[in-house]
């Protein structure tokens, strides 16, 4: 596994332009998608995962810290935001049928996701992000043919 990108972000609206721009890489492939978020608590994971569901259309977005996922469907997209932070077993995955979150055109965004290993899909993509304040620097990796494509949408900015 291979940085492909390295980016600063220096403010919370440069966050929202990634995770829109991030979007929007997403709606050329139609096949499932899978996104792990990582970092330390605080880092601007969920911060991240707003501003992707937003970019659809989605309003009102919470936090699925409590209830391990929160979906959001309309005609163009199924996005699927798991945050597996409170999760005490990865087979409590299997009780909310995560498997069925993973048909064709369907996007995970997961938080946390180490502790879900073993039952979570493997990461198409995998943003790690760090920083203090509100700068965000983000090492991006791709792990399959799908991640290389979303890699490349991005490009270098």
């Given at each position: 596994?291979?940085?492909?990108?390295?980016?600063?972000?220096?403010?919370?609206?440069?966050?929202?332009?990634?995770?829109?721009?991030?979007?929007?890489?997403?709606?050329?492939?139609?096949?499932?998608?899978?996104?792990?978020?990582?970092?330390?608590?605080?880092?601007?994971?969920?911060?991240?995962?707003?501003?992707?569901?937003?970019?659809?259309?989605?309003?009102?977005?919470?936090?699925?810290?409590?209830?391990?996922?929160?979906?959001?469907?309309?005609?163009?997209?199924?996005?699927?935001h798991f945050d597996c932070y409170r999760l005490s077993d990865p087979e409590e995955l299997e009780y909310i049928?995560?498997?069925?979150?993973?048909?064709?055109?369907?996007?995970?965004?997961?938080?946390?996701?180490?502790?879900?290993?073993g039952i979570i899909a493997p990461a198409d993509l995998s943003i790690h992000i760090a920083g203090e304040d509100?700068?965000?620097?983000?090492?991006?990796?791709?792990?399959?043919?799908?991640?290389?494509?979303?890699?490349?949408?991005?490009?270098?900015?």
């Open positions: 596994m291979d940085i492909i990108l390295n980016l600063t972000l220096n403010n919370e609206k440069a966050t929202q332009q990634f995770s829109q721009q991030l979007a929007q890489c997403t709606q050329n492939i139609n096949h499932a998608i899978v996104i792990y978020l990582e970092g330390d608590l605080g880092a601007g994971k969920t911060t991240l995962a707003r501003g992707f569901i937003q970019s659809f259309g989605f309003d009102r977005v919470k936090s699925p810290t409590y209830s391990l996922v929160e979906s959001y469907q309309n005609d163009i997209i199924n996005i699927h049928g995560i498997r069925e979150y993973s048909d064709s055109g369907h996007i995970q965004l997961i938080e946390w996701a180490e502790l879900g290993k509100n700068i965000r620097k983000l090492s991006i990796y791709t792990h399959s043919e799908v991640g290389k494509q979303l890699s490349a949408c991005l490009g270098p900015n």
